[in-house]
């Protein structure tokens, strides 16, 4: 059973076409993250969420938002979502009650930019 | 700051052939250390994980030891199979207020053939 589901699977938008991806969680976990993962590069914290906490990473553009308005969902926003933005995005999940705890990812959702 | 370092891809070995993946770590102190690998249009799994000096992860045939002297976090497989067909990620792990953030190595693409 998928305990991190991201929507769409694939998604296409066009360039400054605001666009948002969704993802929800089954393991009722405190914490929630988002990555960016660009074409043959390592995965990127953009942000996470403690509960209702935002932290944003220092280097994450503004273009990028996300909002949690409940425990199982999360959004990542593009505001104008440019060429550069075209990525795999990662949802994650962790219960938040350690340092070295399992992150469980969903299946992501690939973003064109046209 | 703290980075991975993975050995550059890609890898293409044969069916029962000897898999080694060579990963290093720059770090403040002595994080957590992980495997995740990501199947061919999925998100990330874990594969393996070590939390101190000296620990060995293993799973499904795949081990990696914790070498504190060396920095090092190599990965290796006796044998391994084309269902091992994957981008393998090594990456550690930063406390976040209440969260966890990991960072990756650029990934090693893995092809085995028949």
């Known amino acids: 059973d998928a305990m991190v589901i991201q929507n769409p699977r694939y998604q296409v938008t066009q360039f400054g076409k605001p666009v948002t991806l969704s993802c929800s969680q089954t393991?009722?976990?405190?914490?929630m993250y988002w990555y960016q993962q660009k074409s043959s590069q390592a995965p990127k914290l953009l942000f996470h969420?403690?509960?209702?906490?935002?932290?944003n990473e220092a280097d994450t553009p503004d273009n990028f938002q996300s909002r949690r308005p409940n425990t199982s969902f999360c959004f990542l926003d593009i505001r104008s979502p440019g060429l550069g933005d075209a990525a795999m995005y990662l949802c994650?999940?962790?219960?938040?009650?350690?340092?070295?705890?399992?992150?469980?990812f969903g299946s992501g959702t690939q973003l064109s930019v046209l | 700051g703290d980075s991975v370092t993975q050995m550059e891809g890609p890898v293409t070995l044969s069916e029962e052939a000897f898999l080694t993946i060579n990963c290093t770590y720059t770090?403040?102190?002595?994080?957590?250390l992980f495997w995740y690998v990501q199947y061919p249009g999925e998100g990330l799994q874990l594969l393996l994980k070590?939390?101190?000096?000296?620990d060995k992860g293993s799973n499904k045939g795949f081990e990696a030891t914790y070498r504190k002297e060396t920095t090092s976090f190599h990965l290796e497989k006796g044998s391994v199979q084309v269902s091992d067909s994957a981008v393998y990620f090594c990456?550690?792990?930063?406390?976040?207020?209440?969260?966890?953030?990991?960072?990756f190595g650029q990934g090693t693409r893995l092809t085995i053939n028949p």
């Open positions: 393991l009722n976990h405190n914490v």
């Open positions: 770090a403040t102190g002595y994080p957590s």
């Open positions: 994650a999940t962790s219960r938040g009650q350690g340092n070295n705890e399992k992150l469980f």
């Open positions: 990456a550690l792990i930063l406390p976040l207020q209440g969260a966890q953030k990991l960072v």
């Open positions: 070590a939390t101190k000096a000296d």
């Open positions: 969420y403690y509960d209702k906490d935002f932290n």
